[in-house]
């Protein structure tokens, strides 16, 4: 009996280090492609996505004597230390922290930004925005409709750390983004990097509508890129084509988009085809144009994003490119998502929508 014990102890401990194992190859589940051509000429620095959100938060509260910068442990930096120096370069009345209420920081920043000043308020991570969402919805978005275009919510934007980042577990992996795309009047915007994070977050600044900015946290130190020094916007709701292919199309954000480029790569390798790949960059607005003319070219379409498939912005998606696009079709819209389920924490590496996942689902597609 003690021997069967032992044995099954050691069987059980093995399993667990296999697992762990297993968890630690594939934590961080892509390879980071970055961009290699900058928006604008003119002087360049190395810097990572964390950075980039610093220096567009420096020249706004720069440049912009109204804008104040807040959130949860905003004035020594924040958990992922994006505000980093900002207190002691534009003192505590302009970069501060508040209470832990969420509810608080975003009905704060509504009044900031209905007086006219600019507001960066910052959720700690994106999973504790819900006691927000209130405030977001009811009152952000609608403050122009309800007082017919005196009182408008514009300069107020919503930063938060958003989806997997190897090991968050059920609470800090989440990709809420669905939920705020069904709310009009406002933008959700997604970056990739260092250079389309200072560009579209200066966008999100400057916009008169209220913009809920979305940073994937795995991304802030992935990789480096030479971001221009200078002041540069990227338009919101302009989707970009990262590389260009006849046999299907690609659809992504945020951390997808370089699972999509790497997935574009082995089908080149592996199939002998091109692949098209998109990067939505924001999904509310979203380029309906750049993405229908895309998939009436190839005739097939994979969307891939980390939230759970049912109700995932992948299905607004489809749904528009089945309506626009149906007689160029040559199969179904394919989806590759998160589970409906919790996010896990052991097993995050076979809930995320892997290159092999994407892969298989890409040679489906082709074959039918």
């Not at 994106?126 to 952000?140: C, R, S």
């Not at 968050?168 to 250079?195: N, W």
């Not at 995320?352 to 994407?358: A, F, G, I, N, Q």
Request: glycine residues 8%.
């Amino acid at each position: 009996m003690n021997a069967l014990t032992t044995q099954n102890v050691s069987t059980l401990t093995k399993l667990v280090k296999c697992v762990n194992a297993y968890s630690k190859r594939l934590s961080s589940h892509f390879i980071y492609f970055p961009d290699n051509e900058a928006p604008l000429e003119g002087e360049t620095s190395k810097m990572n996505m964390m950075q980039a959100i610093n220096n567009a938060m420096d020249l706004t509260l720069k440049n912009d004597p109204t804008a104040v910068l807040f959130g949860e442990d905003v004035a020594f930096g924040g958990v992922f230390r994006c505000a980093l120096g900002l207190q002691e370069k534009y003192g505590k009345d302009r970069v501060f922290n508040t209470p832990l209420c969420e509810q608080g920081i975003a009905g704060f920043g509504i009044g900031v930004a209905t007086a006219g000043a600019t507001a960066i308020a910052e959720i700690q991570f994106a999973d504790y925005i819900f006691p927000a969402f209130d405030q977001l919805v009811n009152e952000a978005a609608k403050a122009r409709y309800r007082s017919g275009g005196q009182f408008p919510c514009g300069g107020l934007t919503v930063r938060a750390p958003c989806s997997a980042v190897g090991h968050g577990g059920l609470y800090h992996s989440q990709s809420p983004e669905a939920y705020f795309a069904h709310t009009p009047g406002l933008k959700v915007v997604i970056p990739r990097g260092p250079i389309t994070a200072k560009g579209l977050l200066l966008s999100c600044v400057r916009d008169r509508d209220p913009c809920l900015f979305l940073e994937p946290k795995i991304l802030y130190r992935s990789a480096n890129e030479m971001v221009p020094v200078d002041d540069y916007t990227l338009p919101i709701g302009k989707a970009q084509v990262l590389r260009e292919g006849d046999a299907a199309t690609l659809i992504a954000w945020g951390t997808q988009v370089h699972v999509l480029l790497e997935v574009a790569q082995m089908a080149k390798e592996k199939l002998n085809v091109n692949v098209e790949v998109i990067d939505l960059m924001s999904i509310l607005p979203w380029d309906e144009e750049t993405v229908c003319n895309s998939v009436k070219k190839t005739g097939r379409c994979l969307i891939s994003h980390e939230a759970p498939l049912t109700s995932g912005f992948g299905a607004e998606l489809a749904a528009t490119i089945q309506e626009e696009c149906f007689l160029h079709l040559e199969a179904p819209v394919s989806r590759v998502t998160g589970w409906d389920s919790p996010f896990p924490h052991v097993f995050e590496p076979l809930y995320l929508p892997t290159k092999w996942r994407c892969l298989d689902q890409l040679e489906k597609l082709l074959r039918y």
